[in-house]
């Protein structure tokens, strides 16, 4: 749900929208796609702590990076793993 900053209000603790404060982006946030800007700040349009969206790896909300197929390889059953074996036979 994408966050409208037309009620939006400037506080001390920052940009407060619907009671919930936002904060600005952070770098690797640049190129994303629902960046919104609020008096010459630009702010998630998804998420209010985008620094803690990035703590942990790569922001699943982002619209500007993309992961690499392949990067995990997939979980195998190994009763059905067996089974094809066999069918092969």
Not at 6 to 20: C, L, P, Y
Not at 65 to 68: E, H, N, Q
Not at 77 to 80: A, R, S
């Given at each position: 749900m994408a966050v409208d900053?037309?009620?939006?209000?400037?506080?001390?603790?920052?940009?407060?929208?619907?009671?919930?404060?936002m904060h600005?982006?952070?770098?690797?946030?640049?190129?994303?796609?629902?960046?919104?800007e609020f008096e010459s700040a630009k702010f998630c349009g998804t998420y209010p702590q985008p620094a803690a969206k990035w703590r942990l790896g790569t922001c699943n909300f982002s619209t500007h990076?993309?992961?690499?197929p392949g990067k995990g390889k997939a979980k195998v059953?190994?009763?059905?793993a067996s089974k094809r074996a066999?069918?092969?036979r």
């Open positions: 900053f037309s009620n939006a209000v400037k506080t001390d603790e920052g940009v407060q929208v619907n009671g919930v404060v600005p982006i952070v770098e690797q946030c640049e190129g994303c796609e629902r960046i919104k990076t993309k992961t690499a059953n190994p009763l059905k066999a069918k092969g």
